[in-house]
């Protein structure tokens, strides 16, 4: 059974970075995609970026270009999202989700980060 | 334009069916795939592709498509199904691109 277990919640200052990490279990982690997809508190879900754990490659949403950066370490099945210069805006649970690398649903998600940005 | 429609709000009376729609470009080319959030979960795949259904998920829960507008029938709906409901496509790079989510309440 496909399981990702995300890091617990952080609460930050503004223009600190927040590192997320998100764990697989139960499939071949290399053989898919890990997105980021993050949610406002009572807003909609918003993608971030993906990484192709098996090629090392990383393509991010142009709103994010800059200041996120996702990671994948193939050996502990480990994928990161670091968020750079947090500001209030970014206040959001952020959920890891699993897609195959040429078909597009998420087909397993991660329980959630909340991660608090606030002075 | 990349952006994905829906609806913010939707109500059904308890086992009527119920259409939950999101219109966008590039569902003229891609399918949507939908997904249900119920408060302080994380999203569930309900359906992808043509009209799929991961293993789990009621056959009540019904996918189509028709030019720019793809659509999640839910036929007799139940007091479980209330919840957010996301549709998600490609945008003009191709990358992911959620709907802003339907509402929906079973009444």
Redesign the interface.
Known sequence: QVQLVQSGAEVKKPGSSVKVSCKASGGTFSSYTISWVRQAPGQGLEWMGRIIPILGIANYAQKFQGRVTITADKSTSTAYMELSSLRSEDTAVYYCARAGVTTPEFDYWGQGTLVTVSS | SSELTQDPAVSVALGQTVRITCQGDSLRS?YA?W?Q?KPGQ????VI??KNNR?SGIPDRFSGSSSGNTASLTITGAQAEDEADY?C???DS?G???????TKLTVL
């Open positions: 891609y795939s997904y959030q994380a999203p569930v795949l992808y592709g991961p996301y998600n496509s490609r790079s990358n992911p691109l959620f709907g802003g989510g």
